[in-house]
C-alpha cells in the first residue's frame, strides 16, 4: 500500500514561513488527488488545501493568500508553503492522498501521512 513520508513541521514565529513536503512511495496504480490536512488541538482535522492531477487547487478560506499548495507528478510529491503563519495555524498537519483502485483510474482510496507538528508562537 502507499507509503507517505512527510517533512518540514517546526516551531516558527508569528509572521514566519515553513515548508511542508509529503513523499508517497509503494504506488501501485495513479495517484490523484493530494492535499493536506490539519488538526488543531482540541479541535476536528480540517482540510487545508488540496490540488488534483491538472493541478486545480482548493484552499481553506482561513489559508487563502498565504499559503500555496504544489506537486511534483514524476516524484509523487506534494508541496505546502505556508507564509505569514499565525498562531492560529498551529496544528498536527497531515498529508492526504488518494490512489486510484484501478489502472483505468477508476475510484480511489485515502492514505494519511503520520501527521507533522507546526507550532506558530506569538
Known amino acids: 500500500q502507499v507509503q507517505l513520508v512527510e517533512s518540514g513541521g517546526g516551531l516558527v514565529e508569528a509572521g514566519g514561513s515553513l515548508r511542508l513536503t509529503c513523499a508517497a512511495s509503494?504506488?501501485?496504480?495513479?495517484?490523484?488527488?493530494m492535499g493536506w490536512y490539519r488538526q488543531p488541538p482540541g479541535k476536528q482535522r480540517e482540510l487545508v488545501a488540496s490540488?488534483?492531477?491538472?493541478?486545480?487547487?482548493v484552499y481553506a478560506d482561513s489559508v487563502k493568500g498565504r499559503f500555496a499548495i504544489s506537486r511534483d507528478n514524476a516524484r509523487n510529491t506534494v508541496y505546502l508553503e505556508m507564509n505569514s503563519l499565525k498562531p492560529e495555524d498551529t496544528a498536527v498537519y497531515y498529508c492526504?492522498?488518494?490512489?486510484?483502485?484501478?489502472?483505468?483510474?477508476?475510484?480511489?482510496?485515502?492514505?494519511w501521512g503520520q501527521g507533522t507538528q507546526v507550532t506558530v508562537s506569538s
Open positions: 509503494q504506488i501501485r496504480f495513479s495517484i490523484k488527488d
Open positions: 490540488i488534483a492531477t491538472g493541478g486545480k487547487t
Open positions: 492526504n492522498v488518494k490512489e486510484s483502485l484501478t489502472m483505468g483510474g477508476w475510484g480511489s482510496r485515502d492514505y
